[in-house]
């Protein structure tokens, strides 16, 4: 079954410090995983997306590492801020024509706080 | 730049009630998706339409109808709302699988 699992589920840090989120995939055929930032009553929004030949990209101060052998990736935050406070989203998408063109599996997301 | 908008942003209904939660995208996308969102849960596909034209079921579509009136907009229908489909619903939309972008979600309660 095609599964998207995220830890820690929630995350308390301080303003400043760095963080890392995890998620394991188990969906095949692999097109591109995403990490999105969802703020507390809005829409999520998109961070990063990654093909199978990529294994990291930044964006600002947001880092997403993939490594497709072992089905992993991470979000690592640096010098968080606390506008940072929300929950991210990990999104796996099957590859279109091994399924349906909607076949986005999403994780639980990761809560994430920041405190002065 | 709009985006995607949805209607209403908040919505109580009784339980046997019917209404549409209305979606439109101005970025020219060919795919549009209705979510629902659920604590404790990840976003869950009710519907989508690949194209204008045009829409297939998802995850959990029992309850629900859509309507894909053209290119910009794509509505959810419920024609017989149940306390089960209290949740937060989100319209999101993109160009074959690449980044897709949502709404700001409507938050319907069914009582």
């Known amino acids: 079954k095609n599964q998207v699992e995220q830890s820690p589920q929630s995350l308390i840090i301080l303003e400043g410090k760095n963080c890392t989120l995890q998620c394991n995939y188990t969906v095949s055929p692999f097109s591109n995983l995403r990490w999105y930032k969802q703020d507390t009553g809005r829409g999520p929004v998109s961070l990063t997306i990654m093909t199978f030949s990529e294994n990291t990209k930044s964006n600002g101060r947001y880092t997403a590492t993939l490594d497709a052998d072992t089905k992993q990736s991470s979000l690592h935050i640096t010098a968080s801020q606390l506008s940072d406070s929300a929950s991210y989203i990990c999104v796996v998408s099957a590859k279109p024509g091994g399924g349906s063109q909607g076949n986005l599996i999403f994780g639980k997301g990761t809560k994430l706080s920041v405190k002065p | 730049n709009a985006g995607v908008t949805q209607t209403p942003k908040f919505q109580v209904l009784k339980t046997g009630q019917s209404m549409t939660l209305q979606c439109a995208q101005d970025m020219n996308h060919n795919s549009m998706y209705w979510y629902r969102q659920d604590p404790g849960m990840g976003l869950r596909l009710i519907y989508y339409s690949a194209s204008e034209g045009t829409t297939d079921k998802g995850e959990v579509p029992n309850g629900y109808n859509v309507s894909r009136l053209n290119k910009r907009e794509f509505s959810l229908r419920l024609e017989s709302a149940a306390p089960s489909q209290t949740s937060v619903y989100f319209c999101?939309?993109?160009?074959?699988?690449?980044?897709?972008?949502f709404g700001q979600g409507t938050r319907l309660t069914v009582v």
């Open positions: 999101a939309s993109s160009e074959r699988t690449l980044r897709a972008f």
